[in-house]
């Protein structure tokens, strides 16, 4: 019977419950929690039935290894329970009589974060009821089996439930009351997304590109220059104990709504924010001053878990200093981690143009120099970003699929260091409207360079446009393979063809300023530069070649400057130029050039020609990134035979030190997931000549291919690395071991 | 001559000059400043001609009042020049001999933020030359007029350059070097936005529409409720003295970067999270507590200029409280002073919808009363938020117009409390993916409302849904006029019609998530609520109406529960109900009610009435507010004839205490763009039947229509509120004046 009291609040519908200033708080943290009562007594005035009814838990089950496997979780070095959405899971509950479906009323309750608002329409709150009570909501629930005074019950998490850590709790429901289980921890599970679902965001279709966006904890990381690659070893390491936490307590530090945590969009796109600590206290430090005295070399680490360990274990203080290679394989590990499909990219030649019109204007003065006052634009040897796997179901439904995300502080994107999603093919579609950050990428890849160049009253005349030099490969690692895969195609058509025309259309119809400079005069003749990649140490031969095609002769001065080069594009002291006039009809020339002392991290050169035609004062302009192979890292397995699981396996690294200088402050790290957490070994100096040899004992836990790697970085060499891969095989003679 | 120092640093395109941590910063501050050299040599090592050659500028004469008459701002009261953007403005420059086009060169230049970074291509630092050397990128210059010594400049700042303060160097240029004039306040200007302009962002077709979306500095802001409209005046107060300041001072205090602010579309956005206080030190604190003591109560102000002079005064601490027609109005002045058209908008029964579904999910417990805990969506009685009216040039041509802006701190957008600018076409079509907000606009005035039931077990039912409550009625000021204009086809097609049907499944595609919810049984009988708007003391007559549209005669149980509303749908105690039962063919039934002293802020009294048909156990449910009319504010101006230009006039505000109780702690605001700076009376207590009168003294400083407002509030007696409308006529017996 209805009373008046039961509308006595029907319409409060805003009060401001949670705090004073805004009108709604969310919950943000997965790590606050508040929890149910153990007994919540009814309002009722009549007991029916005698209390002896009554039915008791006497414990849970999450059946943790079974269910594990079942889910594609068992890598992961924890010992709970870890699901993904959309599956069922078992849990098993040890009462003290029998079940029965048709009198009993159990309810399982599943709460992530705090219990202020236990709502289950927001999906922190989730109750699922087996037996006479029966009515779900969110998650499937159902008796799979009784067995005596054990009932099994399957769970299956909704295909856009919120992912974290969530707690569990089972109540007996009579008419009096409902009694429950007290906390307990060993019942906590972990949701994650789940792309072997085709109703989950992240759903990937076939099973080997599971393997490898999601599966596999180590990859190749590319850099060097575009037409001589480099590349190393990166430990994504999403299985290693701890990283999952980590990767929760970055989003809880970020105050991420749990609500939106469903929501693989929000999570890459605040993820990009909360993993560089530019303007939040994120994760990594970006630094690209040189001087890393304070911290670790962006070029010493060998993988992300040692990163996010630190970042946790220190109460998320954040973690200095890394670059753009590194940003990204965190990235990477942290979307793997959460079960979003991911992969490292590198571009080579990437713009960063921080006026969004898709020009890198790079202005010099009147004497021909960089003016750096005025050159805000910058153009990187190569950059990292990430791609993400998912459905968009914010946009039209051809932007599904990769997404770009790069979470290195290049630009903010609306007021915070963040950039991405956006889609990959939208991009190359030149539709640049879409959520987020589609301008910005495709200046990386599409920009102009442009050369100003002031005259001393200070006014300005552009003397060179470049349209091809920026954005010229693209690639990632292969799946299944340690070769590279080129996927400039997914982000450009070809140069010059009439789809490249229409994408480029489409982007100034969606705001990207047009191409409006005039053409300049064709100069008639060409200049290149080639160079062979060599070691430090030995001498480098430059050849400039010259091209006329005019039909006249042509009298050329060249000047040729070399410096040392950051991947950023950042030069350090020029060292070396040349200054030549040559009588051109088509001719080359040569000259050979010596490059030593100019040592810096990642050890490049960089050559620039700038030449003017005489007889037409038209400019040229080429330049040439050449790469320095370092030293080698040596790594050696010292057994006969394959290494086997449970068996102790001795490696060492050995390095010599090839130059007639002293390095210093030396950092010698090994890595390798599923084999070895990241051990550090330092020297303080290594003597011209002098070597080193670093062993650790590891025992591989399981089987398959796995990879160790190293990397030797001090303030005169940086990044010296290597890998090795080898087959951890059964021990044939043991059977209690972890297959 | 080339020589090798010409390319020192050719390859330095990625310097992070500025800061260590990032990549690049960007200026973000207009009142930073550092200045040019006075003398700048050039590096020359044959000097070719006598110094005695050389031109000397005596002074600068920035034009004001002609400039600014031509630029619409002469409404600005400040002594500076101000201008619009692609329209030329004229500087006089006076010399010590006769200016040379053939011979002198003569360069002027203008520099927003800091020298840092003097960087042309960014807009922050423009030259423009006049005489041999000129040559212009960016603005456009030419001499208009060369009279004895003093040479006539025209500008022209171009149509998308960075509106804010410039400040205004002349340099003589020769072939030693470059002769600056000395840093002068007076020859500082403020480029604005320009609706006026084909090729400015904001562009307005019709002077009638500028007239009234830019240069109206009063307005109308409607509240109350849908079927029974109340208004207040609003001084927007754009150009009072330090206002223009105040709006630059909001973008420097929260670090907008000089180069986004020539885009419309970023300062808006920017705007809407700045105007607010939540989440950075923004400009107002909203508070819907109903406790304002430790500031002004949000019913209190009268107006912009008070709010924005606050906060500017106390070096931008943030100013308190407001709620959401404050937040609104000072949006408005913020966008019609820097030149973007807006206005101020009214949504009768506005969603706030926390999930982005598109419900509103309304829970109730097992005993029907509202549960708070699960009850995070709201509706508002009403809302506010602004229209700015401008190009996208980032998205689809159809989606330029009106735009909505809505700075009310309701959710987080992208990580701060802000929302817009999107689209009102695209909201209109279910365009729901391109930025921003477009989706929880899109809910603000289409959500259904859904009420859902607890059992006893926690198990959730629906039991009824309402698709016609929300957004009503969505109205604006009507241009040059004091009625309202019915906007809501603006935002939706018809109700029911076709076109809606498509734009909601088009919004469906676009992410929202589909309705659901099974079609709820008919129950053939309808109830309806009717009340008449009366002054607070009065006797309310409320009559319930039961329709019985089924072929039986039905029982029907309702309860009538009475409460005091605020407007956002938040109530305080219940203070009535009536548990009636009726057999109903189609009858109808009426009861009295009275309802002192349940006074609240807004004076808004809520009915609900829930029912239950006994037949057939179906629900039924409506609910009306019913607005109170205040005790009346008497504004009256003490003279005969017209109020005059120039002579004092005094004006007299009374009120008198109709009640038995005593008002406590009185403020009284008289407020008046043009006439008065706003002026507040206070009054410890009034009692009852006593009146007050508040005289004030002054003196119009324009011609033409004006606004006088005054505003009574107490915390038992919110928004007293009246305005009075008069003509300023010339005074035939002055000259002096200003017209």
Known sequence: MLTPRHFEHIMSLGQ?????????????????????????????????????EGLSVLSVDMRVAENRKDHYTDNFKSSSLIVRRNKEFTISIKLDRAFSAEQDDVQLEFLIGELLSPNDNKGTYITVSIGKGKHNRHWKGRVVEIQGNEVTVGITPNASCIIGRFRTFVAIVTDFGRQRTQRNQDTDFYVLFNPWDPADQVYMD????????????????????????????????QFEEGVLDACLMVMDAGKVPLLFRGNATEVVRQGSALLNAQDDKGVMVGNWSGDYSSGTAPTAWTGSPEILLKYASEGCEPVSFVQCWVFAGVMNTFTRCLGIPARVITNFFSAHDNTGNVKTDIVLDKDGKIDRSRTKDS??????WNEVYMKRPDLPENFSGWQVVDCTPQETSDGLYRCGPTS??????????????????????????????????????????????VGKLILTKKKDSSRYEDITSNYKYPEGSLKEREAMQMAERRGVSSRDYLPLAE??????????????????????????????????????TGCVAYYTGVTSTTFKFENKSATVEASTSESDTSYMPYLVEQSNLLFVVYGQVEESETSLSTMRVVNLHPPELTIKVNMTGSPMVGKELMVSVEFLNPYNFILQKVNLRID??????????????ILPGASVKYKVLLIPRFLGKKVLMACLDCPLLRQVTNQLEFEVVKDENRNDLKE
């Open 206 to 237: 076939k099973e080997e590109d599971r393997q490898e966006y999601v599966m596999n904890d180590v990859g190749i990381i590319y850099n060097g220059e575009y037409n001589n690659i480099s590349s190393r070893s990166w430990n994504f390491g």
């Open 672 to 685: 390798g997931p599923g084999l070895i957490l990241t051990k550090l070994k330092y020297y303080s100096q």
């Open 16 to 52: 401001p419950w949670e705090h004073q200033h805004g009108r709604i708080s969310l919950d943000n943290s997965n790590s606050h929690e508040s929890n149910l009562l153990e007994y919540e007594a009814f309002d009722v005035l009549s007991p029916r039935g005698p209390l002896d």
């Open 379 to 384: 153009v990187w040897n190569y950059h990292c």
């Open 424 to 469: 990959v093919n939208a991009i190359k579609e030149g539709e640049l409207s879409y959520p987020f950050d589609a301008k910005f990428v495709f200046a990386e890849i599409n920009s102009d360079l442009i050369y100003h160049k002031a005259d001393k009253l200070g006014n300005m005349k552009i003397i060179y446009v470049d349209t091809a030099y």
């Open 523 to 560: 100069a008639g003749v060409t200049i290149e530069l080639q160079a062979d990649t060599i070691k430090m140490g030995e001498n480098l031969k430059l050849t400039l070649n010259i091209k006329n095609q005019t039909s006249q002769t042509c009298i050329i001065s060249a000047i040729i």
